[in-house]
């Protein structure tokens, strides 16, 4: 090996030493992680093949492994415009949701956020995959990849909370004896914390242990998880308005500034967080099946989708009838 190669595995290794840094970021790797190995054990035939053609080769045609990229990137130059769609803040103690009002990036630009994102990339998807090169305007792998880790990070509860206190980033408490901020308890910590009190500190035994509860205890409540009211390919905003309901009641609970949060916390919070990793794998692996699911065709596909939130269909709307062929 010469040296430049030397040189350039360190540097790369210590960048991402440096990206590993916890920050803003979404569920941690871990979370990020498991809803995506929850979702690839849930596709369809179809889906798991279009997964594995888009997929990086380095994936070795494990979603999982890819799961975190947006994270990885958002500090770039180029991505940074793609670090405000992890989340989306909501007015202070509201504890509501509302795209038109909410679905905005920190300058105002509309459908900046992690539920717009999430319509974009599905969109992408749906009008991309199969269609011949010259209309395919996105890289789609990319699409994969941002919407297999917005649909995690929207089930996070604090991605969707409070403006002033970032999502709990501003809120310093402490997590045990060591101290942190709230955003990253919910992001990591507690996963962390499960990991080393109940799986043996092996994400593999968490993840079959959520899986065990989506197929036996959570199986009659899988197709309300699933369904979209109007049988669109995804519905990321009752998604979001379950996390702000989530944050309310449970994560900004008894989590004042400078508190020290334990036990108590822990095991009275720590359901919510692993039914929001099943759900978030469950519906990933859901939207994905829907949205490389031959039947319905691409354009009855396009056409559910000019039903989302209106102030969101303008960019939409004007996406589609550009590409004329889709159009019928
Ligand atoms: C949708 O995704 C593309 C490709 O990443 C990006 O250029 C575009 O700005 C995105 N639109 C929104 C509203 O995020
Ligand atoms: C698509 O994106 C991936 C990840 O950024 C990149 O490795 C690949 O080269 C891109 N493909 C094209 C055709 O640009
Ligand atoms: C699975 O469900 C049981 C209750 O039936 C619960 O005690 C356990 O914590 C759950 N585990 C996970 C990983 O969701
Ligand atoms: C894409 O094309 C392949 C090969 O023709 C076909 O098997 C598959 O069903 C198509 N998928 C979609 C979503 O149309
Ligand atoms: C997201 C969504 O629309 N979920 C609905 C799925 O179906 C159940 C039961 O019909 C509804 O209660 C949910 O609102």
New binding site residues.
């Given amino acids: 090996m010469s040296h430049l190669e030397l040189w350039w595995i360190k540097s790369t290794c210590s960048i991402f030493l440096l990206l590993s840094i916890p920050g803003v970021i979404g569920w941690g790797k871990e979370g990020h992680y498991a809803t995506c190995k929850i979702a690839q054990s849930f596709l369809s035939e179809e889906a798991l093949n279009a997964v594995k053609e888009l997929l990086?080769e380095t994936a070795e045609g494990d979603l999982a492994s890819v799961c975190s990229?947006p994270d990885e990137?958002k500090w770039m130059h180029k991505w940074h415009w793609t670090s405000e769609l992890h989340y989306v803040d909501t007015p202070d103690f509201r504890c509501n949701y509302d795209y038109c009002r909410d679905c905005h990036d920190s300058s105002g630009v509309k459908d900046r956020c992690v539920t717009g994102a999430i319509y974009n990339y599905t969109e992408q998807l749906i009008t991309g995959y199969n269609a011949s090169n010259s209309v395919v305007k996105y890289?789609?792998?990319?699409a994969l990849?941002f919407l297999s880790h917005y649909i995690g990070d929207v089930h996070q509860p604090l991605h969707v909370s409070f403006t002033s206190d970032e999502g709990g980033n501003t809120i310093i408490v402490r997590w045990y004896k060591r101290k942190t901020n709230l955003h990253h308890i919910w992001d990591t910590d507690m996963i962390e914390s499960a990991m080393k009190t109940f799986y043996d500190k092996d994400i593999d035994i968490m993840i079959s242990a959520i899986e065990k509860n989506i197929t036996d205890r959570w199986s009659n409540d899988i197709s309300s998880w699933v369904n979209c009211t109007s049988g669109e390919e995804v519905c990321p905003d009752p998604w979001a308005s379950e996390s702000i309901k989530y944050s309310c009641n449970y994560a900004y609970r008894n989590a004042t500034p400078g508190s020290t949060l334990g036990d108590e916390y822990f095991y009275s919070r720590l359901p919510i967080v692993e039914m929001r990793l099943a759900q978030g794998g469950v519906r990933l692996a859901a939207t994905l099946n829907r949205i490389f699911d031959p039947y319905p065709s691409v354009s009855q596909k396009v056409a559910y989708f000019g039903k989302y939130p209106t102030c969101a269909t303008h960019y939409l709307k004007l996406d589609v009838s550009q590409q004329t062929s889709f159009v019928n």
């Fill in positions: 990086p990229w990137i890289n789609l792998t990319e990849m």
